[in-house]
């Protein structure tokens, strides 16, 4: 990815690691600029990148674009926790048209072996309500919206690794990494704020957020319709 996007690859790492200075030293108004920056060059990049805009990609540039909205919400939870409810819904909304076009591909009619199906929904759903069980007493009145918002995330999961052999090896590798360092940072970012405070979690989170997004941005970039036989 890095060789065949020099460019912007290059770009994004400045933003990277501004974002990740800004978080480490709370430079709040740095990241009013940097965190945006963040989805707002993938969605310019996949704008540019891609001539012929297809359901999929335009499905992961309005997730981008939630996303977004999330980001920006979070900012400000500390100072109101309503903005948190607001990112919250706003990054569920994200994941579901992640979920919508990652169901695209793995309707493909190309025949794949089927036994990896099975496991791939007891690893993703285990993950999902094991991971709910150790929040669950420390959610209070979000133990529901917070629930919804653990299946999203699993099911995006889910329908990434249900594009296998469906589409090139390149896009499928590349945006089922992504999805499960999303998982991996909400995860953080919930334990962090519902159960106890983490070392470093602030970097940790925005770090696999971070990648996640450039991955799965980049694997919406390459992404090639396998067709039958």
């Known amino acids: 990815m890095f060789s065949k996007y020099p460019q912007f690859s290059f770009a994004f790492a400045i933003i990277f690691f501004a974002d990740l200075i800004a978080t480490t030293n709370d430079f709040f108004t740095v990241r009013l600029v940097t965190k945006p920056l963040i989805t707002i060059s993938l969605i310019l990049f996949l704008h540019f990148i891609i001539k012929r805009k297809s359901r999929f990609t335009s499905k992961v540039m309005i997730g981008l674009l939630f996303s977004l909205v999330g980001d920006i919400a979070l900012m400000f939870a500390a100072k109101d926790s309503n903005f948190f409810m607001l990112g919250l819904g706003a990054f569920l909304i994200a994941h579901i048209f992640y979920i919508a076009a990652f169901y695209l591909d793995s309707t493909n009619k190309i025949e794949v072996h089927r036994r990896y ?19 669950s007493p ?27 052999g469906k589409t090139n090896f390149k896009s499928f590798s ?16 919930a334990y962090n704020k519902f159960v106890e405070p983490l070392e ?23 992404r090639k ?4 036989n």
Do not use: H, N
């Not at 319709?225 to 039958?228: E, F, G, L």
């Open 174 to 189: 590349w945006i089922l990494t992504g999805a499960v360092l999303f998982i991996i940072s909400d995860s953080i970012l």
């Open 200 to 222: 470093i979690s602030d970097i940790l989170i925005m770090s696999t957020y971070m990648l996640a997004q450039f991955l799965i941005a980049m694997g919406t970039a390459e």
């Open 225 to 228: 319709y396998v067709k039958k």
């Open 138 to 164: 420390y959610l209070g009145e979000l133990s529901l919206p917070v629930l919804f918002y653990a299946i999203a995330i699993a099911l995006m999961g889910i329908m990434a690794a249900l594009r296998y």
């Open 117 to 135: 199906i099975t496991p791939i929904f007891m690893v993703f759903g285990f993950y999902c309500f094991s991971y709910y069980y150790v929040l």
